[in-house]
């Protein structure tokens, strides 16, 4: 049976290492801030007291005033687990969290997904473009605020997608 | 004197439509000669929302997206959405439910594994005889699924605490048969296959991922068991009543394209054992909780709950976020199929044409399950 | 005229009845002419504009009827009915699949260089067809009976790979370019240990003739040239492109191949070409292997032929329903470190056995069977031990050995989380 780390110890063992990062922590979840997020991460990765090898799942859901990011870890060398959550974006503007795919590859194409369909930009990461929906989709869908299509769309001055990438998509058809 | 042959790559798009993508998943390969130097997987041909769907359904109705998502492990996908909701709604399963619902997704998890090995014989260029051999079987088991439920392929089997429906009287003895024929068409399938030493030099050392790259890039499942990395969510993290059979986890070293086919034809053998089991255990009681416990409107506490399966792909898991009301406010599909495609370009670089396609098969995915 | 060709009974019958006068006729007992004297060419253009067309419109038959029996066949492998439903036993579906074709819309695509566009199906019907002629498919039934058979064979068949290469190349498709690189690589490998495999089969026969060849095979030349029939089987499998060689149409890599672009009547071409090439590929083996159309009366000697083509069919069939494909590399070691070198064993052998025995009886014939077969045991298995890979070996379970440490270290019970069930 795997076991869970509990959210008060694991903020304090990560306090040890790194002060004043962990902002809450409440049953097996701790909220860190979204700058220290590289930092934390790398320390649960490679740090022997947590060992966190696998990152099994990024998501983000939308709290209306801001956007909480959850990575849910595995330890496979401990059997264990662990959930760290950031919040960002409050006032839903710009809401960004950096990247942890230098950490993690397999956050690759999860942080993409979340990007495409949630709208949190990833900073750092080196394939930043939407995996579901095709480049210049106006919004994001799986905010709460997206209500129809024709609201949704978004100026073509004001959308953000990187430039170039939509025109790369379409290029070399065989 | 020598003379310089002037060479260039030349990209072509593979895909959407394309007859060994498994689904419309587009590839732009860059190759030198038939030599692959560059891929770049373009998902989303297949994206119907899902995730946004959920949140306007109540918890029982996105029972019938989940169907949708992996459509050759529908029950599967459901065990792992009600694992979530009963964590979210801290719902006490019946027994024999839960017997019921591990029955019926080792029986998918056959079924799986099946369709897998069967397409990927077909990626090698096999004329369609051991696809249909492991069509015929799966045949059988799906005829087994409407006996439960009346569905096949999309079944919307389970509820909250259990299932919708108890397995009719002749459910048994027909499992009974499809049991006992089981392992011979597995050996036949042994001899064919395994022995062959077209398949064998094919698939041998072909696409190797090493434990550590595939950790790293969180992929699980069978992929992970056929290099070694004895993972399996059943084993290491029971849910449901896991924790009660006996089974072995078959391990390859190799890592490469024929370990990852011989990890699933073991694990078919396993997975017939743990249903001779659960057949053993399963006794007669209530086939979910009573409805005044568990209502059609569930009603979770405000909160989140995350709750993963081993899926016959990898790591299935659902994150949902309750704000109390009938409907999830947030679901999260952890996909197996997505995240085991992370590692695509490493696998497919630097191997042939024809190695293409088996590699791509071999990691097993759904696109309904990738795009979701 | 050549009188050759008048030792080949339809020709003989059309021929007389239509210039009975002439030398070789009046010979043979025939005696009423139709034409006047002088008029010799147009009996013998009418005579072969009839006798081709006959030839072809069998072969053609012989086709369609191959290609709903292949599939009833691989219905029955594969465990369904196949096709069952239009005519006694599906008969007709292949009639019906040819009609379709041809009502199909015949699409040229913008980039594709519509000359070449149209010659290549052209280019891969023509050679097979003209193998045709030189098969002797029974006792005084061939079209022609040159005294280079085998040459004429190998040079004609050989043009069905350029017109691949057209093919795929004409069709300006990146696709279709694979398939045409990969045609020109194995193609012309495979000629080689297809030409060379037959050498054993002249020497025994002395002659390069079709009809000598089936003459001389007192003693089936399977028995006598295992070797040779063996190269010669798997080499004309690749050169008609079934599986497990059938990498040019790769449908699980390149979807279809060369063909990807053609449609209607053109793509039926191809279609045709590529079973009829089978059918020919089948009928050259009995030709050359299994004594032709030699048998025991009272059964007609052109029966004998077909069932022994039919035999070989199926057991081309067989492999192609069973096996995968081999890789593009795979193929051509097997061509060139295979089959070539087996090829030249052969001939090295058979050319010691004839320079002991110049002219065989039949005991000699049984005694270089026997050495034949043991060489051919010895050789292919010798062959197939350095051919395959090094490191093969049966992949041995190994529950107990994970490589990568799982759960090697507890996570201590002071942190563990003691709220209930959390994943």
Same mark, same amino acid.
């Given at each position: ?65 801001? *956007? ?21 974006? *409050? ?16 956050? &690759? ?6 990007? &495409?369909?949630?709208?949190?930009? *990833? ?13 210049? *989709? ?37 | ?159 909250? =605490? ?151 792909? =990898? ?58 | ?135 002797? $498919? ?82 089936? $030349? ?52 590529? $079973? ?148």
């Amino acid at each position: 049976m795997s076991k869970a780390w509990d959210g008060a110890k694991l903020a304090e063992a990560i306090h040890k290492s790194i002060p004043d990062v962990v902002v809450d922590a409440n049953g097996t979840d701790i909220w860190i801030e979204p700058d220290s997020v590289l930092e934390v991460m790398r320390l649960l990765r490679d740090d022997a007291e947590f060992q966190f090898q696998l990152l099994s799942s990024v998501t983000a859901v939308d709290y209306i005033s801001y *956007f909480e990011i959850v990575y849910h870890l595995t330890s496979l060398t401990r059997n264990a687990t662990a959930v760290i959550k950031s919040k960002t974006g *409050f006032g839903r503007d710009e809401a960004r969290i950096p990247s942890v795919v230098d950490i993690w590859r397999g956050a &690759d194409l999860q942080e993409r997904e979340v990007w &495409d369909l949630m709208g949190i930009i *990833f900073e750092g990461h080196p394939n930043h473009k939407r995996i579901m929906l095709w480049e210049g *989709f106006p919004g994001h869908p799986l905010r709460k605020d997206l209500a129809t299509y024709e609201q949704s769309i978004v100026p073509e001055a004001e959308r953000r997608v990187p430039s170039g990438v939509a025109n790369e998509v379409e290029e070399g058809q065989g | 004197m020598t003379t310089q042959v002037r060479t260039e790559p030349i990209t072509v798009n593979l895909g959407p439509q394309h007859p060994s993508t498994h689904g419309v998943f587009r590839m732009r390969v860059t190759f030198d000669g038939e030599e692959i130097i560059d891929v770049e997987p373009i998902f989303g041909y297949l994206h119907r929302g899902s995730e946004k769907l959920a949140e306007e359904r109540t918890y029982v109705q996105v029972v019938t997206l989940t169907d949708r998502m992996d459509y050759v492990g529908s029950m599967l996908n459901n065990q792992a959405y009600m694992l979530a909701v009963e964590k979210l709604a801290g719902v006490e399963p019946a027994p024999r439910g839960v017997w019921l619902r591990m029955i019926a997704s080792e029986l998918q998890r056959i079924a799986s594994h099946l369709v897998a090995v069967g397409f990927l014989i077909q990626d090698l260029g096999a004329w369609g005889t051991p696809l249909i051999y492991t069509m015929r079987e799966r045949e059988k088991i799906l005829d087994l699924f409407e006996m439960l439920c009346g569905a096949r392929i999309t079944n919307s089997y389970l509820r909250p =605490g259990g299932v919708f429906m108890d397995a009719p009287e002749e459910f048994w003895p027909a499992m009974n048969e499809v049991l006992d024929e089981l392992p011979p068409r597995i050996d036949d399938l042994d001899d064919l296959l395994t022995d062959n030493d077209i398949i064998f030099s094919r698939t041998k050392g072909v696409s190797i991922l090493t434990p550590e790259q595939m950790i790293d890039a969180s992929i699980t499942g069978p992929m992970l068991r056929a290099a070694g990395v004895d993972w399996d969510l059943r084993h290491r993290d029971p849910y449901d009543y896991y924790d009660q059979v006996k089974f072995d986890r078959p391990l390859h070293t190799a890592g490469d394209n024929f370990a990852r086919y011989w990890v699933r034809v073991q694990e078919m053998r396993e997975s017939i054992k743990i249903i001779r089991q659960c057949e053993q255990l399963i006794e007669p009681g209530p086939i979910r909780p009573e409805h005044d416990d568990v209502p059609w409107l569930l009603r979770p506490p405000v909160g989140d709950a995350y709750a993963a399966i081993e899926h016959s792909k =990898g790591e299935l898991g659902f994150y949902l976020v309750s704000d109390g009301s009938i409907s999830p406010y947030r679901c999260h599909v952890r996909a197996p199929s997505l995240i085991n495609l992370t590692l695509l370009r490493d696998m497919l670089v630097g191997e042939l044409l024809a190695d293409m396609f088996v590699s791509f098969g071999s990691v097993d995915i759904n696109m309904g399950e990738v795009d979701r | 005229m050549n009188s050759t060709f008048l030792d080949n009974s339809l020709f003989r019958n059309i021929y007389c009845y239509l210039a009975g006068g002439s030398d070789g006729c009046a010979s043979r007992g025939y005696d009423t002419a139709i034409l006047p004297a002088g008029f010799e060419w147009l009996a013998f253009a009418i005579t072969a504009f009839i006798i081709i067309n006959i030839v072809i419109n069998a072969g053609l038959g012989a086709v369609i009827v191959y290609i709903w029996g292949e599939r009833r066949i691989l219905g029955r492998i594969q465990n369904r009915t196949g096709p069952n439903r239009w005519g006694p036993f599906g008969m007709f579906t292949s009639v019906a699949d040819a009609i379709k074709t041809l009502f199909k819309e015949d699409i040229v695509p913008d980039e594709a260089d519509r000359w070449l566009f149209n010659l290549a199906p052209i280019l891969m019907v023509f050679p097979v067809l003209m193998v045709l002629a030189v098969i002797p $498919f029974g006792v005084g039934t061939f079209v022609v009976d040159i005294n280079v058979g085998i040459l004429f064979v190998i040079a004609v068949t050989s043009v069905s790979g350029i017109s691949v290469v057209l093919a795929s190349w004409a069709s300006g498709n990146r696709i279709s370019i694979f398939a045409g690189m990969r045609s020109v690589a194995m193609l012309i490998s495979y000629e080689i240990p297809m030409a060379l495999s037959l050498i054993g089969v002249l020497m025994l026969a002395g002659s390069m003739s079709l009809g000598a060849i089936v003459e001389a095979q007192d003693l089936p $030349f399977i028995l006598v040239q295992p070797l040779g029939l063996f190269v010669f089987l798997i080499a004309a499998q690749a050169e008609t492109s079934r599986t497990p060689f059938d990498l040019i149409e790769a449908e699980s890599e390149l979807a279809a191949g060369y063909l990807n672009d053609y449609s209607s009547m053109k793509f039926g071409i191809f279609f045709l070409a590529e $079973f009829l090439a089978t059918i020919v590929a089948s009928m050259l083996i009995v030709t050359l292997f299994l004594g032709g159309w030699r048998g025991w009366d009272p059964i007609p000697s052109q029966v004998w032929f077909a069932g022994k083509t039919v035999l070989v069919l199926l057991f081309i069939m067989w492999m192609r329903f069973s096996w995968p494909r081999l890789r593009v590399d795979q193929i051509l070691v097997l061509a060139w470190k295979g089959l070539f070198e087996l090829t030249l064993i052969n001939i090295f052998v058979t050319a010691i056995l004839i320079a002991i025995w110049p002219d065989p009886g039949m005991t000699e014939l049984l005694i270089m069977s026997v050495i034949n077969w043991i060489v051919f045991f010895i050789s292919v298995w010798l062959v197939s031990k350095l051919l395959r890979p090094s490191d093969y070996s049966a992949p041995t379970p190994q529950p107990n050995r994970p490589a990568y440490p799982v759960a090697t270290d507890e996570l201590p019970d002071e942190v563990a989380y003691t709220g209930g069930a959390t994943r």
